[in-house]
């Protein structure tokens, strides 16, 4: 008996019975955008929390769910076609809740750290949660990788696509105003991960959306990052202090373990003596990007290259700053995906973002939005296979 298939696509529904025409519309379709969507599990308080499947015009497919806009899975090929996982991650929806270092999630509202977990803005002095520390970390102790969202998904531009919207209430976390946020992942038929921002609000208020996803181009993360091949468009970073907070100076790349401006294996100078990696145990320090523009076009960040199985990531993006984050603090404690442990230094984070603590810092570009503008942010990973002798 033939199975009954149902589809998202856009606003539409498909529903197909019989052995031929179940068969006739998976070849029409199988060179189609899609989305496809299934209850995950459930919150404590009985909410249910979904699952989508984005899967674009080449077979890649990314599952995410309205769980903090988690990019639970992402599924490209290797050199030889073969489609692996390159994200770390859980398998069910309780593991997220019970602990995740961000896996894959949202980060809002603030991305990275804020120092002392406070802020003045116009005379009055905005206290938030202090975990991390002494300073506030990735909005806090409920940010946005820990709300549920409003998803819709979307075909109709010939791409899978995933609408995420949320409303922050004033207050939230200590922050000030109503801000309203869009987030929109989108599969393209480019084999391209692609993330838009958007946010409004009704009083000013520090927003730094980002997303956090740890990637191992092993495919199932066979093993660590430490051999994949990074580089990075920038000519400087910001030193930070002994609580991971940027000083303030932006440091020249030439002669120091930071210069990625030729692609090198990440493990290369990772132990270098330096006292800017020994803090952060690793890199875990943000690069100022050469070819922002404010204002423009995405432009191109970073490269990954992993040797063994071909895959190669571009990150492009509007941002002025890319946090790199080696997986430092991955010790063994998480079990993911495929009973895969964790080890250190087992995934990376390209996390796309204006500079940690710029409201403290008013040489940093302004993460300070304001009622009547609109915030908006475009990142892109991007995968190909380069197949080196």
Known sequence: MAKKILTIAGSS??????CQSNQTSQNANEKKAKVTKEVWGKLPNGTDIDLYTLTNYNGLEAKITNYGGIV????????????EDVVLGFETLDEYMKDSPYFGCIVGRYGNRIAKGE???????YHLAKNDGENHLHGGIKGFDKVVWEAVPDTSAGEASLNLTYVSPDGEEGYPGNLEVRVV???????????????????????????HGYFNLTGGAKRDILGHELSINSNGFLPVDGGLIPTGELRALNGT??????????????????????????????????????GGQP???????????????????????????????LDGKYKGKGGVIYQDRWGLCLETQHF?????????????????????????????VKNEK
């Open 72 to 83: 639970v899975s992402l599924m490209t090929p290797d050199k030889n076609g073969k489609l």
């Open 13 to 18: 529904l498909l529903l197909l019975t019989g």
């Open 299 to 329: 432009e191109l960040a970073a490269t990954v290259l992993e040797p063994e199985s071909g895959r190669y990531m571009e990150v492009w993006t509007t941002e002025p700053g890319l946090q790199f984050y080696s997986g430092n603090f």
């Open 185 to 211: 992942y989108t599969l393209t038929n480019k084999d391209e991960l692609k993330i838009t921002y958007f946010a409004t609000t009704d009083k000013q208020t520090p927003v730094n959306l980002t997303h």
């Open 356 to 384: 940690p603590d710029s409201p403290n810092h008013l040489n940093f570009p302004s993460t300070i939005l304001v009622p009547g503008d609109h915030y908006s942010s475009t990142t892109i990973y991007k995968f190909s």
């Open 119 to 125: 802020f003045e803005l116009n005379g009055t002095t």
């Open 257 to 294: 373990p930071f210069n990625f401006k030729s692609p090198k294996p990440i493990g290369d100078d990772i132990n270098f003596d330096d006292v800017q990696l020994q803090m952060a145990q690793g890199y875990d320090h943000n690069w100022i990007l050469a070819a922002h523009k404010p």
